[in-house]
């Protein structure tokens, strides 16, 4: 793990080395979940599907090759991060937790069944579609 030199100006944020193993490249800001379905050795990540939804690694601090290492994001403050949204707004605070088949967090205002890995720091708004994405500033707190 990497944790940043402590700065009263800065946020503090921590980073941990995975290998990307999805198949494709995992682009900055989007997040990542450990791989539970063949090794399980805490260093693979890949995209997050139905069953390892409570796996969740970290948001990629830059482009990670697919096959290759990489920093990702475990706490802290993130001026950027893909979200996955599928119905209206959501408002700063809502909890984040990782949605199937996508790279990103998704907000809810209350808690259900999932885990929550974060929480918006800046609102988002409503699309005209009924699902959409879109990057924003958020908290991360993965550990």
Do not use: C
């Amino acid at each position: 793990m990497l944790f940043k030199r402590i700065s009263r100006s800065s946020p503090e944020v921590i980073y941990m080395v995975v290998k990307n193993v999805s198949g494709s490249t995992m682009t900055a800001g989007y997040s990542g979940v450990f791989d539970v379905s063949t090794s399980g050795d805490g260093v693979r990540v890949t995209q997050a599907s139905s069953t390892d939804l409570q796996a969740y690694a970290g948001v990629a601090h830059e482009d990670i090759a697919d096959d290759d290492y990489g920093l990702v994001q475990v706490y802290g403050y993130r001026s950027s991060a893909y979200i996955y949204s599928s119905t209206g707004s959501s408002a700063s605070g809502d909890e984040l937790t990782v949605v199937a088949d996508e790279w990103g967090l998704t907000p809810q205002a209350t808690s259900g069944d999932a885990k929550s890995f974060g929480f918006l720091v800046k609102a988002v708004s409503a699309s005209s579609s009924s699902q959409y994405h879109t990057t924003t500033s958020i908290f991360v707190r993965a550990l």
